[in-house]
């Protein structure tokens, strides 16, 4: 589109975003990318974390003791490859004589820049009969 300037009486095309729109584009895509290369490892781990919960044999789970239960959810942490948190840590059990309720509750603290941090609170709660 051509725009005649009042001043010069010449024609003048417009162009199109200047150097400080694209900086400024340019700075919330990489805050885009950076949140989800900080945040989206500790998603992931908690999804993996959900489908170990799942994977759970739910007809022996309300007959093994707390130890037991601990000994083979750390071992499947192990084997998903969740090294950093411990089954006592993270896992509480609330039995009683018909159910058994496990709840899965942890936080996770991850550093952004400067002063900011960021608090991720993951919570899921598993009933077995």
């Not at 009486?9 to 900086?23: F, K, N, P």
Request: charged content about 30%.
């Amino acid at each position: 589109m051509r725009i005649r300037n009042r001043q010069t009486g010449r024609r003048s095309r417009q162009r199109g975003a200047g150097t400080a729109a694209w900086l400024a584009g340019a700075i919330v895509v990489v805050s885009i990318i950076t949140l989800a290369l900080r945040l989206g490892p500790h998603y992931i781990d908690f999804r993996t974390l959900q489908a170990v919960m799942d994977g759970l044999p739910e007809d022996e789970v309300h007959e093994m003791d707390n130890r037991s239960m601990r000994e083979l959810m750390q071992k499947r942490f192990l084997i998903n490859n969740i090294r950093d948190m411990t089954v006592r840590d993270i896992v509480t059990f609330d039995r009683t004589k018909k159910t058994t309720q496990i709840t899965v509750e942890y936080e996770k603290r991850e550093y952004i820049m400067f002063n900011i941090d960021v608090v991720l609170t993951f919570k899921e709660s598993y009933s077995y009969q």
